[in-house]
């Protein structure tokens, strides 16, 4: 039952349609690919004999039933193959987005250029220069605007994570509240110079892939319609290798296959390179972290270095002193008097429990120079407030992985290679049952990005380099 024809008889069954329906599709293959199910009874079942008039239109779809009842024709499980499923999608795009597949379908067919070959790879450059160039622009100027705004970030860091440490502190929070106020404070801070800067992460992250897939599902089904349909010229028409544009060709599959590994290899190149960049910025700037000490060094080992931070000591042995003389004792016991009240000022002041005496000590004097083994023991370092390093203000979210950052981005990192080496896979299944020009413009796309972003990459290395020449002295 092809365009044009009627069929006056009585109202098939569902089961009795779809069967001659295939039985008439699968005698043409270019009529399973390019021909769906869109008809309607001009009367209501059960009235008698109805009339079954298939609708035509300019790509001459094979039609069928579409009642209230039955919903639209539904493929059994025998009968599914790839085929049908790529014909479903792409059909169900086509009547979705009408107006621009058939923008797409007019210029292909009303180009001045005599191959039509030619002209799907020309309108790929063209639309991807057009549309999807600027926003790639777009988002690499947001990736800098932030990369200048995470300075800011760390030195408000710096600069309030000693003054939240004590309101906290002075509030009686505990851990948990503590950690939530942490969060919202960075994240009010982050917001504000965000908006002050124009910066849209969100959408700079999500916006630009949701524009290129969609572009891309446009085009493609304008230029799988402009191929298909039965007395089209396109169809028939050669190209390179390809001898039919409306056929199936591995070769070209193979080829849109292998650009779009090469475009996940090149990708988890970059992203490796930039988190080992980062790395190294991070090991420059981030050394002294709490609960880190450096190890330390001659100066500071002579009382030369001017830092607020007190290297940790070396755990070498020493030789042991002298018995002390009763003139020393009372010099030593006059140090410890005042480092203790100094360590009073310095710490908060709240009661501490004093110390219990040592066992066997006879008098004060003794008590107080046994308890203070820093200055007598070189293995036990002594700790005050000023040898601690300040806090430093995180980012912690407790509903988050207890991983650590390096680790979690390492993982989402691997993971979405390995996702887009998977794509690069199905898509050379998919492309073997496509017509060859709808796959010819999808690999000419597929290398527009393969050489973007191989110029963008020359591009950053480029600055860099000439950065690191200005570095030097």
């Known amino acids: 039952m092809w365009a044009g024809?009627?069929?006056?008889?009585?109202?098939?069954?569902?089961?009795?349609f779809e069967s001659i329906l295939f039985r008439e599709a699968e005698s043409n293959l270019v009529a399973r690919r390019n021909f769906h199910l869109a008809s309607r009874p001009l009367s209501s079942p059960g009235a008698g004999p109805s009339t079954f008039r298939v609708r035509h239109d300019r790509?001459?779809?094979?039609c069928g039933p579409r009642t209230a009842k039955d919903g639209a024709l539904r493929i059994s499980k025998r009968d599914f193959s790839i085929d049908s499923a790529i014909s479903t999608t792409f059909d169900t795009a086509q009547t979705l987005l009408r107006y621009p597949t058939g923008l797409v379908s007019d210029i292909i067919h009303h180009s001045p250029i005599a191959s039509s070959g030619a002209t799907i790879i020309l309108l790929a450059i063209v639309v991807r220069s057009l549309f999807t160039f600027p926003t790639t622009l777009w988002q690499r100027r947001q990736r800098a605007k932030m990369e200048m705004v995470n300075p800011q970030i760390s030195k408000f860091n710096e600069e309030q994570a000693p003054l939240l440490a004590i309101k906290a502190r002075k509030a009686g929070m505990d851990e948990k509240g503590y950690r939530a106020w942490v969060v919202e404070v960075v994240k009010a801070e982050r917001d504000r110079l965000y908006k002050l800067n124009g910066?849209?992460?969100?959408?700079?992250?999500?916006?630009?892939?949701?524009?290129?897939?969609?572009?891309?599902?446009?085009?493609?089904?304008?230029?799988?319609?402009?191929?298909?349909?039965?007395?089209?010229?396109?169809?028939?028409?050669?190209?390179?290798w390809i001898q039919h544009l409306g056929e199936p060709d591995m070769a070209i599959s193979l080829a849109a296959g292998f650009t779009s590994f090469a475009i996940a290899e090149i990708t988890g190149v970059g992203l490796r390179r930039g988190a080992e960049l980062s790395a190294a910025?991070?090991?420059k700037t981030g050394e002294n972290q709490l609960g880190v000490v450096p190890e330390a060094t001659e100066t500071d080992k002579k009382g030369q270095?001017?830092?607020?931070?007190?290297?940790?000591?070396?755990?070498?042995?020493?030789?042991?002193?002298?018995?002390?003389?009763?003139s020393?004792?009372?010099?030593?016991?006059?140090?410890?008097?005042?480092?203790?009240?100094?360590?009073?000022?310095?710490?908060?002041?709240?009661?501490?429990?004093l110390p219990a005496p040592t066992p066997g000590a006879k008098s004060r004097s003794e008590?107080?120079?046994?308890?203070?083994?820093?200055?007598?023991?070189?293995?036990?370092?002594?700790?005050?407030v000023k040898n601690l390093p300040p806090p430093v203000l995180e980012d912690v979210n407790p509903r988050r992985s207890s991983l650590?950052?390096?680790?979690?981005?390492?993982?989402?990192?691997?993971?979405?290679?390995?996702?887009?080496?998977?794509?690069?896979?199905?898509?050379?299944?998919?492309?073997?049952?496509?017509?060859?020009?709808?796959?010819?413009?999808?690999?000419?796309?597929l290398t527009y990005t393969l050489g973007q972003i191989s110029l963008f990459k020359w591009l950053d290395e480029r600055k860099a380099s000439l950065r690191l020449v200005d570095s030097r002295p």
């Open 199 to 240: 910066i849209h992460p969100r959408l700079s992250q999500f916006g630009p892939l949701l524009f290129n897939l969609s572009l891309l599902l446009t085009m493609s089904t304008g230029v799988r319609a402009s191929v298909g349909g039965i007395g089209n010229t396109i169809a028939s028409e050669s190209f390179m």
């Open 281 to 283: 910025k991070a090991g």
């Open 404 to 445: 650590p950052p390096e680790v979690r981005a390492r993982i989402i990192r691997k993971g979405l290679v390995s996702v887009m080496r998977g794509a690069a896979v199905i898509l050379v299944i998919m492309a073997s049952h496509m017509p060859a020009g709808m796959v010819l413009y999808v690999w000419t796309s």
């Open 305 to 326: 270095a001017g830092s607020s931070v007190t290297a940790a000591p070396s755990f070498t042995p020493s030789r042991p002193s002298p018995p002390p003389s009763p």
């Open 328 to 353: 020393r004792y009372s010099s030593r016991v006059q140090q410890l008097q005042r480092a203790s009240r100094e360590q009073t000022a310095l710490s908060p002041q709240r009661k501490r429990p």
């Open 367 to 384: 008590r107080a120079f046994s308890s203070t083994s820093s200055d007598l023991h070189p293995m036990m370092p002594r700790v005050t």
């Open 5 to 16: 024809q009627t069929l006056r008889q009585g109202v098939p069954s569902s089961a009795t």
């Open 59 to 62: 790509f001459a779809r094979l």
